[in-house]
């Protein structure tokens, strides 16, 4: 039990960090990304390895699904004003959608080649 709370310590004492960040810096970046940064150095530089924070990460990756059930409950309920713009919506939704998928396989692209000549020298 207690990796785990080693686990959900490590985890919360990042979010609130981002959340620090958040209210000391004036920069209209949400909380959560910098949480999200934060983490990602930490795991990059050895301060947390990955195994200090993978179970406890898996569980709310696991969990992630059913935090989308209110917002999706909103929508259904706001459906009728939603009506007048769901088609241009859409549109948006699934050209945006393919134009993230498509940077992100460019990028990985760039960082796989970048990795395999850094090997190569």
């Known amino acids: 039990y207690m990796k785990y709370a080693k686990q959900i310590f490590i985890i919360f004492l990042v979010t609130m960090l981002g959340e620090l960040l958040n209210f000391l810096l004036p920069l209209p970046v949400p909380a959560g990304v910098y949480g999200l940064f934060i983490l990602l150095a930490a795991l990059c530089s050895g301060l947390v390895k990955l195994p200090d924070v993978e179970d406890f990460g898996g569980f709310l990756l696991e969990a992630m699904p059913m935090m989308f059930i209110p917002a999706a409950v909103g929508l259904l309920e706001q459906f009728s004003e939603i009506r007048a ?30 990795k395999r000549e850094r090997e190569t020298k």
């Open 85 to 114: 713009i769901f088609m241009p919506l859409v549109l948006i939704v699934a050209v945006s959608t393919v134009v993230v998928m498509a940077v992100t396989g460019k990028a990985a692209e760039l960082v796989i080649r970048a």
